[in-house]
């Protein structure tokens, strides 16, 4: 059974760093591309970044510059850093394995994390 579970959320000011977590189970992790996805409030799910086997990144235009994904597949785990964080990236983020080329996600959703940016 698949297992995806999110943590490092948080409220943080504007400006302000996070890193988020995503461990993966019951998945060959390092066979997959692996995404962050995030769903703000009133919003559609969007793809933010993500990372391929072969470590290949790619990034929403609105992250650029600010986020890194990264992965461990020693601990089957992903990463987000995000750096010099807005109101709008305001969300509940989740992990998933994905199609690099289109950022469709594959399979079943964890619980997420919430990250909430705000003065």
């Known amino acids: 059974q698949v297992q995806l579970v999110e943590s490092g959320g948080g409220l943080v000011q504007p400006g302000g760093s996070l890193r988020l977590s995503c461990a993966a189970s019951g998945i060959i992790f390092s066979a997959y591309t692996m995404g962050w996805y995030r769903q703000g409030p009133g919003k559609q799910r969007e793809l933010v970044a993500a990372?391929?086997?072969?470590?290949?990144?790619k990034y929403a235009d609105s992250v650029k510059g600010r986020f890194t994904i990264s992965r461990d597949n020693a601990k089957n785990t992903v990463y987000l850093q995000m750096n010099s964080l807005k109101p709008e990236d305001t969300a509940v983020y989740y992990c998933?394995?994905?199609?690099?080329?289109?950022?469709?996600?594959?399979?079943?959703w964890g619980q997420g994390t919430q990250v909430t940016v705000s003065s």
């Open positions: 990372v391929t086997s072969g470590y290949t990144t």
């Open positions: 998933n394995r994905g199609e690099y080329a289109t950022g469709r996600p594959l399979g079943s």
